[in-house]
């Protein structure tokens, strides 16, 4: 059974914390992303790879960096947690494109992160 | 205006009733649309896709895309109290990234 694991459900923070959130896939899939799920604003993508090492901005990069050093494994990175950043957080892995599989993303179960 | 734009709801409905669940798009170089299923607390599952114009049906599922008019809709038929969930439209970009409408909440009653 194919799976994508977020490390934690749940997670309370302080502002000016710096927060780690952590994703591994096992399915060999090259590409992998993270999105924010707000209530009337859906899906917005912040960060994506497509190969190890490999980062792009999304929609909202800003407070947010990532890391990819292995393929199986990318994280997102708060440098100091804010308010605005209490939210859904979803990470999603797909293989690569041209593969007749585009777009087909496979989703975390989310972190949803508190910042008080 | 937003690229996908979907009716937040809720829509609810009986059990057993028909569902219609609505997607209209911007961008006419769309070329295939996902509905992607998101049960509460958990994250989003692909149900189905369907490429260009025209129906494509799974079980009680059926998605239709007319690209004429930018509407995708995704029909429930004899709809469970388990089809309860929200369902996102999710056309990909032309460079595959896949760009979401906020999704509809599905209310199935007993």
């Known amino acids: 059974d194919v799976k994508v694991t977020q490390s934690s459900r749940y997670l309370v923070k302080r502002t000016g914390e710096k927060v780690f959130l952590e994703c591994v896939q096992d399915?060999?899939?090259?590409?992998m992303f993270w999105y924010r799920q707000d209530p009337g604003l859906g899906l917005r993508l912040i960060y994506f790879?497509?190969?190890?090492?490999?980062?792009e901005k999304g929609d909202i990069p800003e407070g947010y960096s990532v890391s990819r050093e292995k393929k199986e494994r990318f994280s997102l990175i708060l440098e100091s947690a804010s308010t605005n950043q209490t939210s859904m957080y979803l990470c999603a892995s797909s293989p690569v494109s041209g593969s007749g599989r585009t777009g087909e993303l496979f989703f975390g179960e989310g972190s949803r992160l508190t910042v008080l | 205006q937003k690229e996908v734009e979907q009716d937040p709801g809720p829509l609810s409905v009986p059990e057993g009733a028909i569902v219609s669940l609505n997607c209209t798009y911007s961008n006419s170089a769309f070329q295939y649309f996902m509905w992607y299923r998101q049960y509460s607390r958990k994250g989003p599952e692909l149900l189905m896709y369907t490429y260009s114009s025209g129906n494509k049906e799974d079980g009680r599922f059926t998605a239709q895309v007319d690209k004429s008019s930018k509407y995708i809709s995704l029909f429930i038929r004899d709809s469970q109290p388990s089809d309860s969930a929200t369902y996102l439209c999710?056309?990909?970009?032309?460079?595959?990234?896949?760009?979401f409408g906020t999704g509809t909440r599905l209310q199935v009653f007993p």
């Open positions: 999710a056309p990909p970009d032309n460079t595959d990234k896949l760009i």
């Open positions: 790879s497509y190969d190890v090492k490999m980062k």
């Open positions: 399915m060999d899939h090259e590409n």
